[in-house]
């Protein structure tokens, strides 16, 4: 998961001065930039389980961790959402 964040890192710097319209950006981010994207909301999402570490604390570390690249601070929230069901609790 380390090097999928240092990926994600990685091309943002080297596009840095990119244009947001030009082919080599949207080439990169449909292939890379999507391609990271769900692994690391896979990789979280497993990690709302305690799949990666016996102590939670660890697992919501790696969370906040995979959840860097992504911009949208989504991983605590998604451990409340993802134990619902499992609670008998109605998601929508």
């Known amino acids: 998961m380390a090097a999928v964040v240092a990926l ?3 091309c943002a710097y080297v596009l840095r001065d990119t244009s947001f319209w ?7 981010a449909y292939i890379f930039g999507a ?3 769900q692994n690391l909301f896979l990789a979280i999402h497993e990690i709302s389980h305690n799949l990666a570490f016996k102590s939670p604390l660890g697992n919501r570390l790696l969370a906040v961790f995979a ?7 989504y ?3 998604f451990r409340v959402n993802s134990s ?7 998601t929508g």
Request: proline content about 10%; aromatic content about 14%.
């Open 84 to 90: 619902l069901p499992a609670l008998g609790c109605s």
């Open 75 to 77: 991983s605590a929230s």
């Open 67 to 73: 959840n860097l690249p992504i911009g949208i601070p």
């Open 22 to 28: 030009s082919w080599k950006f949207w080439a990169v």
């Open 8 to 10: 994600q890192v990685f």
């Open 35 to 37: 391609t990271s994207n």
